[in-house]
């Protein structure tokens, strides 16, 4: 996959984008490297002391750039000379935050994205005599609900995840180290087709019972239940994030009991996917059981996040969030049960919601892996 997608898919998302700023009485969007920058223009340029500065007006008028003249190379790859966006770059000595300002209305209107430093928060409102309002409401409606080139991305990451959780027998054994095997597995993401391995979470045994534990010295032992969580992007930025949970050979009754109802409530809430139905109901489809079960008090999180070129963005799948799912929205489900100091198990798939119902990326089985010991 090419490092970013046509110059159409960006064009139709900056029109989009302002005619949101619009709608919501703004005069302009001001965004700086980061997700919404990636997502509006395809560009991976960083964030430095120096700014650069997408600025993308609500009338519908050609955006530009401000960008630091040593940094112009940061957005040869970017979509922003195919669409004629004017690079306006600045040298040292020049106040770039001035020169934001000179490109708007004034008194204007902004909205910033969330990842602007406050390095430059704070004189671009100085400069432009007014505070920003945060730009997430506009950018969250664009980059919730999933185009078709980025929803092919995200199976693409999808099916290579999965590849490496089918070869998880190479590397989970006991005997080695969490930290071994984590080195395997990030090796894996990588040959399975990422562009590197974002996070690698290896909890066995009581690291299990975790949920955000990563990697350690611990050695393996037989009997071990072992939570593996694992992801990262491919190009042109997106990500995959997939949990299994193995066993060190078989498993106790009390054990495989326990996993069976989660992999029960995980399948409860993939099945109530489904355009209309809000992001709360699909936390509950997968909580109910569970607390049905006697296990509320041991899933401790939400039951899933949004996913894309962030691992974790909205829509968030947790008690209170009402908005309705949309065709389109890609979140994971991954409710998990966490015993402390005994072990801990977390299934989780990254699914799109279609007119139907919904999709799931993931494809490996979810239930208890049992590895033989060697």
């Given at each position: 996959?090419?490092?970013?997608?046509?110059?159409?898919?960006?064009?139709?998302?900056?029109?989009?984008?302002?005619?949101?700023?619009?709608?919501?009485?703004?005069?302009?969007?001001?965004?700086?490297?980061?997700?919404?920058?990636?997502?509006?223009?395809?560009?991976?340029?960083?964030?430095?002391?120096?700014?650069?500065?997408?600025?993308?007006?609500?009338?519908g008028t050609p955006a530009s750039v401000v960008v630091p003249r040593i940094e112009l190379a940061a957005l040869k790859d970017s979509a922003a000379a195919d669409l004629g966006i004017e690079l306006r770059d600045w040298v040292d000595g020049v106040n770039p935050h001035q020169a934001v300002a000179a490109l708007l209305p004034g008194p204007a209107r902004t909205a910033v994205t969330d990842a602007m430093p406050a390095l430059h928060l704070v004189p671009l409102t100085e400069a432009l005599g007014a505070m920003p309002v945060l730009a997430t409401a506009v950018l969250r409606e664009l980059r919730m609900t999933k185009d078709d080139a980025e929803i092919g991305a995200l199976r693409t990451a999808g099916a290579a995840i999965d590849r490496v959780h089918a070869r998880m027998g190479e590397f989970l054994a006991a005997g080695r180290t969490e930290a071994q095997v984590a080195a395997d597995i990030s090796a894996a993401i990588l040959e399975e087709g990422h562009t590197e391995a974002a996070f690698v979470i290896v909890g066995s045994g009581p690291h299990g019972a975790d949920p955000h534990h990563e990697v350690s010295e611990r050695v393996i032992e037989e009997g071990d239940v072992v939570v593996i969580d694992i992801g990262g992007p491919v190009e042109p930025g997106y990500n995959s994030d997939s949990t299994r949970t193995y066993c060190i050979g078989e498993p106790s009754d009390s054990v495989a009991a326990t996993v069976a109802v989660l992999e029960r409530a995980q399948q409860a809430a993939v099945d109530a996917v489904r355009p209309g139905v809000t992001a709360e109901s699909i936390d509950a489809a997968a909580r109910d059981i569970l607390v049905d079960a006697g296990y509320g008090d041991v899933?401790?999180?939400?039951?899933g996040h949004?996913?894309?070129?962030?691992?974790?963005?909205?829509?968030?799948?947790?008690?209170?969030?009402?908005?309705?799912?949309?065709?389109?929205?890609?979140?994971?489900?991954?409710?998990?049960?966490?015993?402390?100091?005994?072990?801990?198990?977390?299934?989780?798939?990254?699914?799109?919601?279609?007119?139907?119902?919904?999709?799931?990326?993931?494809?490996?089985?979810?239930?208890?892996?049992?590895?033989?010991?060697?």
């Open positions: 996959m090419t490092s970013r997608f046509p110059s159409s898919v960006y064009r139709t998302r900056l029109d989009r984008a302002a005619a949101l700023a619009a709608e919501a009485g703004l005069d302009a969007l001001l965004i700086t490297p980061g997700p919404d920058l990636r997502y509006l223009l395809g560009s991976r340029a960083e964030s430095f002391e120096r700014l650069t500065c997408l600025v993308v007006p609500a009338d899933f401790v999180h939400r039951t949004g996913i894309g070129l962030s691992v974790h963005e909205e829509p968030y799948i947790v008690a209170g969030n009402d908005i309705p799912l949309e065709v389109g929205m890609a979140f994971s489900i991954e409710p998990g049960v966490y015993f402390t100091g005994e072990w801990g198990a977390r299934i989780e798939d990254i699914v799109i919601v279609t007119p139907e119902g919904c999709e799931s990326v993931n494809t490996r089985p979810h239930g208890l892996t049992v590895l033989p010991v060697r």
